[in-house]
Structure formats: structure tokens, C-alpha cells
């Protein structure tokens, strides 16, 4: 028996190794599961990204689909909706309308769609909602009681991308100051979550990061498209003050990118590495520039006749011409940006300083000046993303869907 004893324990050993890789296993076969289901929810999501729902729209026998979608779409502001496909979804019932599918072109007709049914579609008896996965649509189900009791209290929040969201900067639709924070329009608009926002700031001990560095200052984020001559700062940057305040070395109201509204623009000092040259890769946009090409070929006109008298190895002298263009095209490229950034933020300024102008008084030469500018920087905008989409190495870009998260992320992944 004692002779067996350690046998025994020796195989007890194996036993447990072997029950702790399994475990091991395990877990991750449910981690790829896991991964695997998220992936294939986010496929589907993908899928659905141009499609809505109508709800409650009355059934009749001989109906045509795309006629009524037509027509609601109408109602909400998209009189040229272009549609794919439309047809009636889930379980015939006479107790209810079934939900009215819909396929759209273009994903901004969705967000129109979205974003202007709840005020056109009040008195209907029907609405638009968002096309969603089983498994996001269980996530909006499961929190649904508690958002509606923050939305009573004037905390909106908005469901995207599989869960609902808040913010902690961003465009709040309400003032904090009456007088410093509003010119004419209506007074008092959203006083409840005007109040949740502060009973949230004291009790997390935030700060309106751009108020607090500029107490008395009277300038505005947000312009009325209606209304020429009403202006709100509607826009805030909250931090925590006691970590980040003391971090804060610059701040400004920059004019937004093709939006009534401006950015609340803040710089923090925070230590960082220094850092290497880093990975040069060509812009094929030189190719156009008709400076650049005839730089080049210059270049090699002259750079030819001097390899072949000095170098007799072929590879070497090819060697030598393609440093010496990298040297050069690095040098151009650097010049060439820095000349745009420096373009782009003297846009920026001048659309900024007419803007507050407008802010004081309207003027009709200022404003026509203003368009102008805004127009160059579109431009400039328009260059960025069409770098953004090649470096992405998207296969399609969606018409409205250019400045996106999902190219930006291509682009880092590339």
C-alpha cells in the first residue's frame, strides 16, 4: 500500500493539471463564443444600418408598401426618398398592425427620418423607429423603465450601437446662465434638465470647464437656422475638477465643421514621450501637383547624368535616385502640410472672429464673408477625408457617411 502511495498521488497531480487545462479550455471556448456572437450582431446590425420600422400604420387588403413608406417618409421631411424595399414583418394578428420594413438608399435619410418623426408623426397614431438586432433590441427592452424615468426628469438619452448613451460634453439643448449664455429667443427652455445637470455637477463634482476659465465672457456655440439674430451656448466640456482643472492649458469656441454648432475646443498638459520619426509612407495626392512632378523631373534629369559618371553598379546608382527623391519628396510633403495647417488655422480664426462679430450685430458683408471662408475650409475638410477613405482602404463610401467612426477606425487598423 505505502508503495502505491505516491502512484497515487503522481496520477491525483495529472488529474488535477489535466482538470485545470480543461477549465482553461473552457473559458476560452466561451470567450470565442462570446466574440463570435458579438461579431455576428454586429454584422447583422451592419445589415440593418439603412433600415426603419413603421409602426402602427393601419393594414389594408390591397396595399402597396413602398407608397405608404413614401408617404410617411413625406411627412417627416424626405419628399425624394429613395427606397430599396418595403414589405410588412412578423406575425399576421388581428389585434395589431404588423410593422412596416423599410429599406433606404441613404443612410441619412435614416437619421432624418429618426430625428424628425417624433414631432411630425406626434398626432399620427404611428412612428419610425430604428431596425434593430434581437440582441439589441433585448438591451433597449431590459433598461426601459429606468430610461424613462430619467427622461421625466429631462435626462434624454439615446440608444446606439447596442446600448444607451449619455454624454459628459456635447450639445444639452438648455443654458446655465440666462444673461451670459442666450441672446433673445426663448428664455427659459428645458428648466428640468437644466436642474438634473447641476444636481449631477454638484454631486460629481464636475465643472463647466469653459465658464470657469472665462466667468464673464458672453460668446455662444450655437446659432438659430431660423431665426438670424438668436444665439445660445448650448455646448459644454465638463471634467473633474479636482484631477483635470489645473491640467487645462488652453481652451476655446472653435466654428463647427458643416453645423449650426462650435466646438468646445480644450488642450491638457500631460507628460508624454518623446517621439522618433516615425513610418514615412508616399501621398499619391503629390502625384497631382503639378509643382512636385516637375521638381521630379528635374531632378531626375539631373540626378541621371550624375550617377551614371560617378557609379559604374546599376542597383546602386537606382539606389542612390531613390534616397535622394525620398529625401526631397519628405521635404516638399513637409512644407506642403505645414502650409495647409497654417491655412487651416488662420480659417479657423477669421470664421471664429466673424462669427463673434455676428454674435454683437449682423451684417450682411460679414455674413457673405463668412460663407466664403467656410466654403475654403470644406475644401480643406474634403481633402483630410478623402485621405482618411484611402488610407482606410475602404471598398465603398456611402454617400453623408464620409466623416464616420467607421472609416476613421479603418484607418487606424490599415
Same mark, same amino acid.
Given at each position: ?17 489535466? %482538470? ?85 438608399? =441613404? ?64 450639445? =444639452?439643448?438648455?443654458? =446655465? ?42 460668446? =455662444? ?9 438668436? %444665439? ?87 539606389? %542612390? ?16 502640410? !505645414? ?17 463673434? !462679430? ?22 480643406? %475638410? ?33
Amino acid at each position: 500500500m505505502q508503495e502505491l502511495l505516491p502512484l497515487k498521488k503522481k496520477k491525483l497531480k495529472e488529474n488535477e493539471r489535466k %482538470y485545470k487545462l480543461l477549465e482553461q479550455r473552457i473559458r476560452e471556448l466561451e470567450s470565442e463564443k462570446n466574440q463570435t456572437a458579438e461579431a455576428l450582431n454586429k454584422q447583422e446590425r451592419f445589415s440593418r444600418r439603412s433600415n426603419i420600422r413603421i409602426v402602427g400604420y393601419p393594414t389594408t387588403p390591397e396595399e402597396n408598401c413602398i407608397d405608404i413608406a413614401k408617404k410617411v417618409l413625406e411627412k417627416v421631411g424626405i419628399p425624394d426618398a429613395s427606397i430599396e424595399r418595403a414589405h410588412r414583418d412578423g406575425a399576421r394578428r388581428e389585434d395589431r398592425n404588423r410593422h412596416l420594413l423599410v429599406r433606404l438608399s =441613404f443612410f441619412q435619410d435614416k437619421i432624418t427620418a429618426l430625428r424628425n418623426q417624433r414631432k411630425k408623426l406626434k398626432d399620427e397614431g404611428y412612428f419610425i423607429t430604428d431596425d434593430l438586432t434581437f440582441v439589441d433590441l433585448s438591451e433597449k427592452r431590459k433598461w426601459k423603465q429606468q430610461v424613462a424615468e430619467l427622461y421625466a426628469n429631462g435626462t434624454k438619452l439615446r440608444f446606439f450601437a447596442g446600448k444607451w448613451r449619455g454624454q459628459d460634453g456635447g450639445d =444639452f439643448s438648455f443654458v =446655465f446662465n440666462f444673461d451670459l449664455d442666450k441672446k433673445n429667443g426663448v428664455r427659459h427652455t428645458n428648466f428640468k434638465a437644466r436642474e438634473e445637470c447641476l444636481n449631477l455637477m454638484t454631486h460629481y463634482n464636475l465643472v463647466d470647464i469653459w465658464r470657469n476659465r472665462h466667468p464673464l465672457s458672453k460668446q =455662444f456655440t450655437w446659432k438659430s437656422s431660423i431665426n438670424d439674430d438668436v %444665439y445660445c451656448r448650448l455646448d459644454f466640456f465638463f471634467l473633474i475638477s479636482n484631477a483635470l482643472i489645473m491640467n487645462v492649458i488652453h481652451d476655446d469656441l472653435m466654428s463647427g465643421f458643416r453645423s449650426d454648432h462650435s466646438f468646445v475646443f480644450i488642450t491638457t498638459s500631460t507628460a508624454t514621450g518623446k517621439r522618433g520619426p516615425g513610418f514615412w509612407k508616399f501621398n499619391n495626392s503629390l502625384l497631382e501637383n503639378k509643382e512636385y512632378v516637375n521638381m521630379i523631373q528635374s531632378f531626375l534629369n539631373d540626378s541621371i547624368l550624375n550617377v551614371n559618371e560617378n557609379l559604374e553598379n546599376p542597383a546602386l546608382a537606382w539606389d %542612390y535616385i531613390k534616397y535622394d527623391i525620398r529625401k526631397i519628396t519628405i521635404k516638399f510633403s513637409k512644407i506642403l502640410a !505645414q502650409n495647409r495647417r497654417r491655412r487651416e488655422r488662420n480659417l479657423n480664426k477669421f470664421i471664429n472672429s466673424l462669427e463673434r !462679430q455676428l454674435f454683437v450685430k449682423w451684417d450682411l458683408n460679414k455674413n457673405s464673408l463668412l460663407k466664403e471662408a467656410q466654403n475654403e475650409m470644406l475644401q480643406l %475638410y474634403n481633402f483630410k477625408l478623402k485621405g482618411i477613405q484611402i488610407r482606410s482602404r475602404a471598398r465603398w463610401v456611402e454617400d453623408g457617411e464620409k466623416n464616420s467612426k467607421y472609416f476613421l477606425n479603418l484607418e487606424k487598423k490599415a
